[in-house]
């Protein structure tokens, strides 16, 4: 048997799932009264908080790369196709295979596929969203093929047999103590196990996720990947990271395959010179990351000689189609809107139930799956208070208020079946604080809109949740573990 | 064989149909960005390019030209393995790759590789991975990497940069931007030096 980058659990080989999670007031409620996670979460938010304020207030012209930065990707999502195109022909003239897959089922078997035609049983990954949103490394379990984390947060989940609950920082819910227990606990099983002298210190905890995967990276024949960028002019792949687990992955094996979400075409290289400005100082609050990996196909000699991009769908051309909504789709992932929302900085990430938490969670998991099919989706829009510090985060300038109250018409709608009196007047909600965007008054106007919105009862759901004291019957950890993550548990 | 239309045309139909109806006229991208006014002389650029990559915790010598070897060898360890690219401007202490695993390339304490562009603002060095800088791998591995820039390689910012490595002569090369040595910040958000890549980045200032 293969080993698998999976743990057992019950005797067959699982992975915690965000499938089945309570509905956003439910699981937020159990999250609240885990005090450790908040105090978790608060010290980490906070920290980078101040860190992105710092380096964001040095740039002079910040608000002009906001606006070029939302420009660029608006003037490329009106033509997506033509770019699509564009980034094919130029991928393909540089050596790479490129696949298009419609949904997450679809691009798991081309990973799969490209595994099993080179016979590799193991392979390495870059920290990517997409690939979690795909659920991939549970679809190569199943294939046989181990799927390793290299990413430093991504390890301690993985290990952890845990959950994501940031987009940056996966593990932003764990501390230094936890981190050492789950690493002294799971690194043999895994590989290499950690020192005996471990201690708590970040820097001991770092040297022994080092000495673990050094040997993975050293011989593994394949990896995986996403992008964060892809120039359609060039066929150019852009992967910006810190830890150097992302250069390991994209230049020691001899297969790289990434999955590229659809929206993350930029039309020309020098669009790049906008995002490497806004995405560092967003995200991690530094002035430049440690490391930004390009490559543009296969190049004889260096790197990988069999360079695959699977150019994904699952649901972006449905929020492609939603005229507010497609905004969303200039996203960056730099997660400086959930470190800045008073929501998540109280329930941490796994509330949201999905990769995507946060403010952009909220309104990317609606807008990629459709309003009206399972209640946990419906109920993220509700996941806000309309306070509108994502929006102001924002490096792309995704109007994420107006989209959220917009999203809850389109929930309401869906379980009338009809256009509902509720779901006419936050539709007009929406385009008051839209309006209000537009004519550079967002500051005066947004109160107005939420005040419209709260009258409205829109705030209604998330309000009573947060408002009520209710010890929990049992902890978010508790009812984890009792339920095995959610799939032994109805929504209660 | 299936008639369903394969996933290509399928997606393609699909962006058509949700753009269908949508006003297409571009939107004005501001670029005044690319034209900041200069507010450093020459001298004062190369000061805050040493600053900022020292912030991050990395190493910085400045030497003049003919003293580059002589400073290379002065940072290298005594007795330490090093790893040299092929096209190395500089006859430093070494071993030129000859195309190593990376296996064997774990065996290097060291690599000297030149750069194509430094970037004064955020402390950044680019490697395009031509002549003098060596294929990727070579200047990953090894946990120690010295790496030569030439002051008149500095730009003053981001935008500068990307207009350089926009030339054609490096169209379709691999790039990799280093600002600093390997870091998480994974554990509460605490900046650790030292993970993946080199746990030690020296930069060498030659003007
Ligand atoms: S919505 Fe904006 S702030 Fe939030 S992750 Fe995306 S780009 Fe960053």
Redesign the pocket.
Known sequence: MVSTGSTTRGGSTTRATFVGMPAFPAAARTALADSQLRANLAHATGTIRAKRLHVVSEVDDWEELRLAGAAIKDNTLRHLDEHLLTLETALTARGATVHWARDAQEACRIVARVAKDNAVDEVVKVKSMVTQEIGLNEALATEGVAAWETDLAELIVQLGDDLPSH?LVPAIHRNRAEIKAIFERSMAAAGRPAPDDLTDDPARLAEAARLHLREKFLRARMAVSGANFAVAETGTLVVVESEGNGRMCLTLPEILVSVVGIEKVVPTYDDLDVFLQLLPR??TGERMNPYTSTWTGVTPGDGPQQVHVVLLDNGRTRALADELGRQ?L?????????NVCPVYERTGGHAYGSVYP???GA??NPLLKGAGHDPQTDSLPYASTLCGA?FE??????D?PSILVDQRAKVVDAHRGRPSVTGVAMKGAAATLRTGRRLGLAEKLTPLGLRAARLLGVAHRWTSARDLPPPAAESFRAWWQRTDGGRDDDQA | MTTKPDARSEILARVRGALAGTDVAPVQVPRGYRSRPERLDRSGLLTRFVERVEDYRAQVTRCAEADVIRTVASILPTGARVVLPPGLLWDVPGVADDGFTATDLDGYAAVVTAATVGIAETGTIVLTHGPGEGRRALSLVPDLHVCVVRADQVVADVPDAVRLLDAESYRGRPQTWISGPSATSDIELDRVEGVHGPRTLHVVLVS
């Open positions: 987009i967003s995200s969303a200039r996203c960056i992932r730099c997660s400086a809107c959930l946060g403010p952009i309104i990317l994502c985060a924002c490096p792309v300038r995704i994420i």
